[in-house]
């Protein structure tokens, strides 16, 4: 356990780091298609990162995780997508992602959020108390890596729509937005009007 991890929420001067911590924590793992820092750009863009928040060692910033809003198909409401999450691979294994991760947590619980919910490894994730809830599903995802964390004890049933910002295959790009464009390039997943 790092003794020293300070975590506090994002500010405008993390921006740049975020995205660098991102793509060094995906840069050599086999499933990542490595646009997870994009989809924190996009989340962002879309005012999506409804939790942001930074691990600091020494004033360094090491990791990083977000939250952002799902839909459920039964309507439940206020339900949060956990991800992506990223420690420097060097601060690999020393308790900052779990330490991001109870205090991205108690956010939601201050947030009044009824649950959270993740596609990721079961054997790190159920720590925290994520498990597979049957009838809760993300369509085209194997459900034994589709975890959910009921806040209020009361697991909803339906299929989660994680938000657009997970479709980000390119930096956000304000100026390759046409006229008549309302939405950000980005959110509609077009990478034809993206840049890297
Ligand atoms: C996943 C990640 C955020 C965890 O951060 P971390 O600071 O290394 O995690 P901690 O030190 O708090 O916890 C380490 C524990 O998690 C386990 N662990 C870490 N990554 C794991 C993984 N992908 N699968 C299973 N277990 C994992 C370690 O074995 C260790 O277990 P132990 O406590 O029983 O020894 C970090 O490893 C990372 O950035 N990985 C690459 C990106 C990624 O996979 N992100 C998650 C998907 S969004």
Redesign the pocket.
């Known amino acids: 356990m790092n003794a020293g991890i300070a975590i506090r929420n994002e500010t405008g001067a993390d921006i740049g780091v975020i995205s660098d911590v991102t793509i060094e924590?995906?840069k050599t793992?086999a499933i990542?298609n490595h646009t997870?820092q994009f989809i924190v750009e996009a989340l962002r863009a879309a005012q999506a990162l409804a939790v942001s928040l930074v691990a600091e060692v020494d004033g360094r910033v090491v990791?990083h995780v977000a939250f952002s809003p799902v839909t459920i198909s039964d309507g439940t409401r206020d339900w949060y997508g956990l991800?992506?999450?990223?420690?420097l691979p060097e601060?690999?294994?020393?308790?900052?992602?779990?330490?991001?991760v109870r205090a991205g947590l108690a956010r939601l619980r201050d947030l009044h959020a009824r649950g959270c919910c993740?596609v990721?490894?079961p054997?790190?994730y159920r720590r925290f108390g994520f498990e597979n809830v049957p009838g809760l599903v993300v369509e085209g995802v194997p459900q034994e890596v589709f975890l959910a964390l009921p806040l209020d004890g009361q697991p909803p049933r339906g299929i989660v729509t994680f938000h657009d910002g997970f479709n980000a295959a390119g930096h956000y790009d304000r100026a390759a937005l046409a006229p008549d464009e309302t939405r950000p390039a980005i959110a509609r997943g077009d990478s034809s009007t993206t840049r890297r």
């Not at 991800?83 to 420690?87: E, F, K, L, M, R």
């Not at 601060?91 to 991001?100: A, E, H, V």
């Open positions: 924590a995906f793992l990542s997870e990791g991800g992506p999450a990223s420690v601060y690999q294994r020393q308790g900052i992602g779990t330490t991001l993740l990721g490894h054997g790190y």
